[in-house]
């Protein structure tokens, strides 16, 4: 079992940044892969980013590309999510997720924990 907790989420003007951070309980953190998604208002989840379970590759939806960086600290069992240069279209509720297999994904049906999610909100 893995229990997942986002935090870092808020509210931030178009061009800010924000870090949001998942933080794992279980001593096994090191043998999943990590990914991030967020589901906007009356749209369904979407992938953002991943990481493998060494973090040696990364992952990401073509929309954040060169904006967000995902990372992974094994020894603190925490998954990073850095976003800069934020839009008002990045508004959603973001969730990590852990997946049992050594590289990410972009499907949500391959995680098998989410967390709770973490609400971010650009302004205009």
């Known amino acids: 079992q893995v229990q997942l907790v986002e935090s870092g989420g808020g509210l931030v003007q178009a061009g800010g940044s924000l870090r949001l951070s998942c933080a794992a309980s279980g001593r096994t953190f090191s043998s999943y892969a990590m990914g991030w998604f967020r589901q906007a208002p009356g749209k369904e989840r979407e992938f953002v980013a991943a990481?493998?379970?060494?973090?040696?590759?990364?992952y990401y939806a073509d929309s954040v590309k060169g904006r967000f960086t995902i990372s992974r600290d094994n020894a603190k069992n925490t998954v990073y999510l850095q976003m800069n240069s934020l839009k008002p279209e990045d508004t959603a509720v973001y969730y990590c997720?852990?997946?049992?297999?050594?590289?990410?994904?972009?499907?949500?049906?391959?995680?098998?924990?989410w967390g709770q999610g973490t609400q971010v909100t650009v302004s205009s």
């Open positions: 997720a852990a997946a049992w297999k050594y590289s990410g994904s972009y499907y949500l049906y391959e995680y098998d924990y």
């Open positions: 990481i493998s379970w060494s973090g040696g590759s990364t």
